[in-house]
């Protein structure tokens, strides 16, 4: 049989990864559920032209067809997950209790060229809020607090969240007299990828900008700030309109209720435009401190049109971690660690086969008071049982010799008596940490 070849965009971490990513998921559940989040998941498919209809991703999507059939044609996978949730929200209206509070932790798929942090199939963690009819303003804030906590809990280098608001670039550039903000937006997009000089020349070629609407949308696109004084700067612009006045207000009241809650935790950007086109106001992009260059590991926003049955229109806002994303950053840099690659925390050793049963007593004991443990596969010298146990990364050995039970940390070389109905490893060594690795 030919090796095996790696599909490019599709990861699959060993067992050690995987910890790390369990653990990232578990801490999200926590987190999501703490705040009252339900937890939600919907088809993996949806019909073609309702995702091509939700934003700018149709070279992205994965059509999905039978073999010997294309009566599927029209069915395709989810690029992501407000998407279906919106579908969802609009079919189970009846059923559901407003505002709707749901988590979802699932696989996403787009056919995108596979590079550092990109994938074709990945995990997506999102929360939103979606109410019907109107969406209280103070939502757009609880996302981003609510994240800012999840990723706060994980030992990995501080992120801040930047925060921008739609209505603050569309009514700015409607301000400057630009009828069609979509192509000023997907070239404002693209700042960290290509460069200011590269997208003062978009905005005019492909946007059809003259030179000093570029250099105020520029302008704009550079201020940051941790608290509302962002506000004062763009207003010193010149530049006025309604819609721009709506979205500085709301943006304001974002930034303020975030920094009194969790100082440090977000930051005004008013570069950040998000591709997608269904938002509609406060948008959100997440950075690891240190690793900017990686770009966003978590982003979202508020979508007041995305969602509608034609009589009643739900608002929503939400934010999603890229899970997947997150993790390859966090191995590949070595920036944490599990600090072992297998759930087992002890190894029952077999003195001879004829006495396995013994053994398995033993494990069936410690595992009744849940501590993970296996079965030595075979009744092999105690050394070579040792050796088992050390290339499985599993720290204790239990020896059940007759009348004699004792248990060895093979890392210190200590042995001490034991009895399974009492015996515990310490609390660090029960289950896999997750540790900060040498690249922190």
């Known amino acids: ?16 990864g995987r910890l790390v990513e369990q653990h990232i998921l578990d801490e999200a559940r926590r987190v999501f559920e703490l705040h009252g989040f339900s937890s939600l998941e919907t088809r993996s498919v949806e019909p073609l032209e309702v995702l091509l209809d939700k934003g700018e991703v149709d070279k992205e999507v994965y059509v999905v067809r039978r073999l010997h059939g294309d009566e599927d044609a029209g069915l395709a996978l989810h690029f992501d997950l407000t998407v279906p949730f919106a579908r969802f929200v609009v079919e189970h209206s009846g059923a559901l209790a407003f505002p709707f509070r749901r988590y979802q932790i699932q696989k996403v798929w787009r ?3 596979p590079q550092e942090g990109r994938f074709r199939e990945f995990t997506q963690a999102d929360i939103d809020i979606v109410d019907a009819g109107h969406l209280a303003a103070h939502h757009d804030a609880e996302m981003a607090l609510v994240m800012a906590e999840f990723l706060g809990t994980l030992p990995i280098p501080p992120t801040v969240i930047l925060l921008n608001n739609r209505k603050v670039l569309e009514g700015f550039y409607r301000g400057l007299g630009i009828a069609d903000s979509a192509p000023v937006l997907r070239a404002i997009d693209k700042l960290d990828k290509v460069g200011r000089d590269r997208v003062r ?22 201020i940051s700030a941790e608290d509302a004084s962002f506000v004062r700067r763009v207003r010193d612009l010149g530049v006025s309109d309604p819609l721009l006045e709506e979205g500085l207000a709301e943006l304001a009241a974002v930034i ?7 100082p440090g935790a977000a930051r005004v950007d008013l ?6 086109d269904y938002y509609t106001g406060t948008v959100y992009e997440t950075q690891v401190v240190g690793f900017e260059s990686f770009g966003s590991i978590c982003s979202g926003g508020r979508y007041d049109a995305l969602a509608s049955d034609g009589k009643t229109t739900y608002p929503g806002v939400g934010i999603s971690l890229g899970v997947t994303r997150l993790v390859s950053l966090l191995l590949g840099r070595d920036l944490v660690r599990a600090s072992r ?6 190894l029952v050793a077999v003195v001879d086969e004829e006495s396995r049963t013994e053994s398995d007593d033993v494990a069936h004991a410690l595992r009744g008071r ?17 050796r088992y146990a050390d290339r499985r990364g599993i720290p204790y050995v239990w020896f059940p010799e007759a009348g004699n039970h004792t248990v060895k940390d093979i890392r210190s070389g200590e042995q001490v008596p034991a009895d399974a109905l009492t015996w515990s490893p310490p609390a660090q060594d029960l289950t896999p940490q997750i540790l900060q690795g040498e690249g922190t």
């Open 1 to 16: 049989m030919a090796k095996a070849t790696g599909l490019s965009g599709f990861p699959e971490w060993l067992p050690a």
């Open 111 to 113: 056919g995108e060229r």
């Open 201 to 222: 020349t978009l905005l005019i070629d492909d946007a059809g900008l003259d030179a000093g609407q570029a250099d105020l949308c520029l302008e704009l696109a550079a």
């Open 256 to 262: 303020d209720s975030v920094s009194r809650r969790r």
């Open 271 to 276: 570069h950040i435009a998000r591709g997608l």
């Open 341 to 346: 690659s297998v759930p087992t925390a002890v």
């Open 370 to 386: 849940g501590i993970p443990c296996e079965v030595a596969p075979a009744a092999d010298k105690f050394g070579k049982q040792i």
